[in-house]
């Protein structure tokens, strides 16, 4: 398998590139198994010397590291983020929407219940067969090969700007399909301040760089667009508004205020971090009889791959019905629900889910009241 160079920083486009941390032989795939063929590969984290911005040196090639889609973005928290995201498209859309990414269709669904309007998704992965006001392009959209005779004032994407390897080609196509004072609408995480705070899901193999506001800003603005509005749906999670300036100069933005001890200091001290934590971790679950960690999915593999003993573990605990049943990708661990601590004695979970830590922990302990929780 061949790697893909990041020569140049995401954000700056600057080739000072240092060098950080690198993980190695990491599983590719967040999620369940699901009869795929494991792959391993080194995750190498550079910094950005001129913006501070932590990043991939080498990336998967797309077609393998989203063959298989896992996140149908379940949950309490995420149907608040729904409900909240698709408000702010009704109240800061136009009316010839095209939405990236959005292929389990909850956006798009939501706000066609709210607001007349043409709605188009791009996604070669769709979740619901139910698409009643939708047109479905059934691909990813492809800054190189852009053809669409659809007419669009508005581009919506939820959570995906940080998946994205090259973000300003697509905010340069942006700016070609949109008429002056055309929209793009983002809900995004805060991957600075994730990892500030030791979140497992803020860098990984799919989110290949440290996207914050002020990051997005830099690259928006260089493109032609201002930023009009800001919602915070969380402390984790902007969601913002930027227009096509009708006197974009191609003047790219004023430089950032340079980040880079910041931003390296940050990253080093999460990986001590979590070589710390998985150590304390197999101190206290080795006391029990029945021990798990939650999630089927990136939260659990940098558990593991930092140093938690897997022979300490009777399994994964996720509350998504397709992956239960199945093992952990990378891992042997099978994934049950959370039902599984019903009535079990001298159990522990471990739940370091970032933001989903209070809606899992008060699931466990739904179903018993003794569980012990790690977090």
Not at 46 to 53: F, P, R
Not at 95 to 117: D, R, T, W, Y
Not at 245 to 254: D, P, Q, R, V, Y
Not at 263 to 287: D, G, M, P, T, Y
């Amino acid at each position: 398998m061949k790697l893909l160079d990041r020569t140049a920083c995401v954000i700056c486009d600057s080739r000072e590139l240092e060098t950080l941390e690198t993980f190695a032989s990491f599983p590719i795939y967040m999620g369940a198994k699901k009869d795929q063929e494991e792959i391993r590969a080194d995750q190498k984290w550079a910094v950005c010397t001129e913006c501070g911005c932590v990043q991939l040196s080498e990336m998967l090639p797309l077609d393998i590291l989203y063959k298989v889609p896992h996140n149908p973005a379940i949950g309490k928290t995420w149907k608040a983020h729904h409900e909240s995201f698709s408000n702010f498209v009704v109240k800061n859309s136009h009316n010839k929407i095209m939405e990236i990414g959005g292929g389990n269709l909850l956006i798009a669904k939501k706000v066609l219940s709210q607001k007349e309007c043409d709605y188009s998704v791009y996604d070669k992965h769709y979740y619901d067969g139910d698409a009643e006001g939708v047109e479905l392009k059934n691909k990813f959209l492809d800054p190189a090969n852009y053809k669409d005779d659809n007419q669009y004032d508005t581009i919506v994407s939820s959570h995906l700007v940080e998946h994205m390897y090259n973000p300003k080609e697509y905010m340069k196509l942006f700016a070609d399909i949109l008429p002056v004072n055309g929209r793009v609408l983002y809900s995004f995480p805060n991957v600075s301040k994730m990892t500030e705070d030791k979140f497992t899901n803020g860098l990984n193999f799919e989110h290949t760089y440290q996207i914050d506001a002020d990051y997005l800003e830099q690259m928006m603005t260089e493109c032609g667009f201002k930023l009009i509005d800001r919602e915070d749906f969380n402390d984790y999670n902007p969601m913002v508004v930027f227009e096509k300036s009708a006197t974009f100069s191609g003047l790219g933005a004023s430089p950032l205020e340079r980040r880079y001890k910041h931003s390296k200091k940050i990253f080093l001290e999460f990986v001590q971090h979590h070589k710390n934590n998985a150590e304390n971790i197999n101190r206290q679950i080795k006391k029990y009889k029945n021990a798990y960690l939650f999630g089927c999915h990136i939260f659990s593999q940098y558990l593991l791959e930092f140093g938690v003993d897997m022979d300490l573990l009777n399994g994964i605990i996720d509350n998504d019905p397709n992956k239960q049943g199945d093992v952990l990708y990378g891992t042997n661990l099978m994934t049950y629900p959370s039902s599984v601590v019903e009535g079990a004695e001298d159990v522990v979970v471990v739940v370091q889910a970032g933001i989903y830590n209070n809606e899992i922990t008060h699931k466990l302990l739904s179903y018993n009241k003794e569980c012990n929780i790690i977090l």
